[in-house]
């Protein structure tokens, strides 16, 4: 019974003969998945003083994508600023499994610590690699770290920093390093790593100068406790900054969660984290691909006090949809748009910001309505088949449209109503004003 004091000691005592004892290679690695700013918990930055910046970077396997950056992107100390830039990104030829980059460092140094560096949105993310290091650059290599930062499940997508040191300070003294990389996948051409930068980071050696990154502005939205994750990026427009914290963060902290609800389904787990991103030169409105929204900042800065933020609910909807989901069952059907938008303007209008009667048909509009004229149209018939009908309706419509299982006939079985029936009662309603 006395037990619980005595335990944690020996696990500490036996915790510090095992570092004592033996030197042992670390390896950390982290991802980014929401921040882009490669600012790290326990990776330190990247470096533009480290030992590589002025080391021999040569390919003795594999060779380079001619749509990347030649080797020196790899220790020119600087880094990309998107999740898609071939230019600041060596990596090998599509379609092959890898290669190996030998460093010379020019001279035999103590080496602190590797921290190597990449960044993509999808399985170019990842790094796979051995490192090894030599002091003739011929015969003597001794492996020194295998990484491997593949994440289990889910999307690979995001910045990954690795850093590799050893307890006793020194990964030892050389002058070469070899990284004998690997794709990350070989289900399609295109898994060869982004890599960003290479650091060496000498034992003694002068005080790492961080790359110098123009200050990101990302504020992590955390919604149930953290499960949810919504990162708002203005760091192309620093004057949106203050609008997204004060008035669009409480909006995605209510909603987020309420879409979910509105729009589960079976089995389904909606995305745990969302980029909402504002692009100083994009067009029109917004646009959501994935789990990614992007804004047109113009189109915003008009429209802070008016139809901002309800812009972003009807953008969230599309995130929680996922109807692409569907494609995986080769029975599926595809889902009409005007069905996925106007869901979309249905939260939007009805639920979100009905005080605006922002759907609301004129007597113009009402006499050339149809039902699947998507948007504002089709959200004001869904409306009116959820008031009349069933007011489980959108819940059961999104289910049917997940699952890839919608068809006309959706509205017979639901409501006793084939769907253009429903259309002529609905006009008539709203002719008579009802
Ligand atoms: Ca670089
Ligand atoms: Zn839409």
């Known amino acids: 019974m006395n037990l619980r004091p005595t335990q944690p000691a020996l696990i500490a005592g036996a915790l510090l003969c095992a570092t004592t004892s033996f030197a042992a290679v670390q390896v950390v690695s982290e991802r980014n ?27 003795v396997e594999g060779r380079r994508d001619g749509n990347g950056g030649d080797l020196r992107v790899l220790h020119d100390g600087k880094l990309p600023r998107s999740e898609d830039e071939p230019g600041e990104n060596f990596f090998f030829a599509s379609g092959s499994a890898g290669g190996k980059v030998r460093v010379d460092l020019g001279r035999a140094i103590e080496i602190k610590q590797v921290n190597t560096f990449s960044w993509h949105g999808g399985d ?7 490192l090894s290091a030599s002091n003739t650059g011929k015969d003597d290599w001794k492996q020194v770290a295998q990484v491997d930062t593949r994440p289990k499940s889910g999307s690979a997508g995001g910045q990954y920093g690795v850093s ?9 003294r050389y002058r070469y390093l070899l990284f004998d990389i690997a794709c990350t996948e070989k289900k399609d051409p295109f898994g060869n790593t982004f890599f960003s930068e290479i650091d060496v980071v000498e034992a003694g050696g002068p005080a790492p100068e961080p790359v110098p990154l123009p200050a ?8 149930e406790g953290g499960r949810y994750r919504l990162a708002v990026d203005t760091t192309e427009t620093p004057d949106l900054t203050e609008w997204t914290r004060s008035e669009l963060a409480p909006v995605l902290r209510e909603w987020y969660p309420r879409i ?11 995305p745990r984290n969302v980029q909402i991103v504002f692009s100083a030169d994009m067009k029109g409105v917004a646009a959501t691909g ?18 901002g933020k309800g812009s972003i609910v ?56 149809r039902y699947d004229a998507s948007y504002r149209t089709t959200a004001n018939f869904l409306n009116w088949v959820t008031t009349k009908y069933d007011p489980q309706l959108v819940t059961h419509l999104n ?36």
Do not use: M
């Not at 929401?34 to 390919?59: C, G, Q, S, W, Y």
């Not at 994935?290 to 008016?306: D, E, F, I, P």
């Open 33 to 59: 998945e929401l921040t882009t700013d490669f600012h790290f918990k326990h990776v330190p930055p990247p470096a533009r003083n480290d030992a590589a910046a002025a080391a021999e970077f040569t390919i």
């Open 124 to 130: 170019r993310g990842p790094q796979v690699y051995t």
């Open 164 to 172: 590799i040191t050893d307890s006793t300070g020194s990964l030892g």
């Open 216 to 223: 990101s502005h990302v504020e992590i939205v955390e919604v």
């Open 260 to 270: 979910i609800q509105l729009l589960a389904s079976e089995g389904y787990e909606a």
């Open 290 to 307: 994935g789990t990614r929204v992007s804004c047109a900042a113009k189109w915003y800065r008009q429209n802070l006090q008016g139809e």
């Open 314 to 369: 009807h953008e969230l909807v599309h995130v929680v949809q996922q109807y692409g989901l569907s494609r995986r069952n080769p029975k599926a059907t595809p889902t009409p748009g005007w069905v996925t938008e106007g869901i979309a303007d249905f939260v939007r209008w009805f639920l979100y910001e009905p005080q605006s009667h922002g759907a609301e048909l004129g007597k113009n509009a009402l006499a050339k309505a």
């Open 399 to 434: 289910a049917a449209a997940r699952a890839g299982t919608y068809t006309e006939a959706f509205w017979q079985q639901r409501t006793g109503h084939a769907v253009q029936e429903l259309a002529d009662a609905w006009k008539a309603a709203l002719a008579k004003g009802n």
